[in-house]
RNA sequence: GUGGGUGUAGCUCAGUUGGUUAGAGUGCCGGGUUGUGGCCCCGGAGGCCGAGGGUUCAAAUCCCUUCACUCACCCCA
């Protein structure tokens, strides 16, 4: 038989990775509740137009990269790509914004891009997700990104890097995209092919480009920061004082332009190391007006997303898979089976991590898993104790062995592992 | 979507100019201790050499095709 593997970009995590996933959320929820925030679960799948209108018709993940079927009544429906446009679906939809001035959201859980996998680039991948509504105010740039920058060194990531950027508004934006394609028309042919492309569908992204020759005529080209409004601009500024203030050290960086078209103002983006050339842990940015165009009042936003597994990744590698069991019960013999088999699970019942071997094989191979399984403690029971009512029980680490009685031997197993 | 690299045991990898029964380490199972783990010693199981086709007396090895994985571009978390 050919054997089934899973689906190209899409990867199994395992017990020992799924282990450091499990840490990581207890730490986001743990620091997100701190400032406010409150999860919100949502569904993966939405209608496709979603997506559309919030992301951008002309933008890769629409275009491209969108898993995308049509339903049985012919609906068109898609697996979530990314999701803030799902957040704020929601948010409009329960007329969240009807119940308190300021919203904090945040969700975990994997999104959907079919691109070509690569080192910290999937198909399916998992982000946590944070959303601000109801407030325009610098100091809300300043919190999320504090908590951005809270949560990720509490999960011990070393060497990351805070980008920042404004992206100006819809009244100083598009002079400076005029700008940019006034600046680069003339030139086109000095340019790569890529770049000739973005001229026309997202002249920004110019700025970004690795190859060489780009990069130097873009040095010289007007800059986003000398076009913003005097809004925008002294939004900008009073972030960048608050983030001082915060003692949360960070770099302007002109060139950083997000992929979604729904950005406003600040823009900010965390690199760490190790990741290769998708360096990029999180990223974020503004977007007010976003939810006014999918539908919803004139209310502010916004948020940023953590790669679950672009995090994981740069984690450090200690203190992994140690998978701890109370309590191996060797039993020797049929009757001593018998009664292990019982013992197990009532320990169990009791909280207690307990494991035997229903194979009934040798003491020393049993004394193996026991090992094997990083147990504490392991009860020998064979039918030569069970004649004499008895059970030794063995501390796995000092090899100190001591006769129990089978008397209430499931209330001094528990006292002697609670004791330990 | 485009380009490079790699596919041999559960895992990490050797395998010479094509040549007999394809190896090591690790892990797994068993034994050395007829009832006591880790260290050590011994033994065992486990391979359509990614798949298909071709060249040859003979292919893991050479050629073609294909698939998968991987890294990079693009783009993004």
Redesign the pocket.
Known sequence: MEKI?AI?GFKDILPDDAFRFQEVETIARFVFNSFGFREIRIPIMEKTELFKRSIGET???VEKEMYTFRDRDDELLTLRP?ATASVIRAYIEHNMFANEQVTKLFTIGPMF?R????????RQ?N?IDVELFGDDKPQSDAEIIFMLIRFLQSTGLKDLQLEINSLGCKACRPTFSKAIIEFLKGRENELCP?CQR?INTNPL?VF???VETCGTIIANAPRILDFLCSDCEGHFKQVQSLLNDLKISFDINVRM????DYYTKTAF?VKSGAL???N????GGRYDGLVKFLGGPEVAGIGF???F??LVACLPEEGKNVFQTDLFIAA?GDRAQKLGFKLTNELRRAGIAAEMDYAD?????Q??????LNSSFTL?L????IDEKQA?L?N??T?D?QALSLDNLQKTIITFIRER
């Open positions: 593997t190209r933008t890769d993940i990314e891009r691109e070509r996998p690569q080192k910290g680039r999937f991948f982000q890529d973005r992204r970004d480009c690795k332009v997000r992929g979604l983006e290769g050339a998708q990029a842990v999180a990223g997303a953590v790669g597994e672009r020797l094989k040798s003491l020393k191979s004394m193996k898993r026991a090992d094997k020998i064979g039918d030569k104790e030794q063995r796995m680490k090899k062995q």
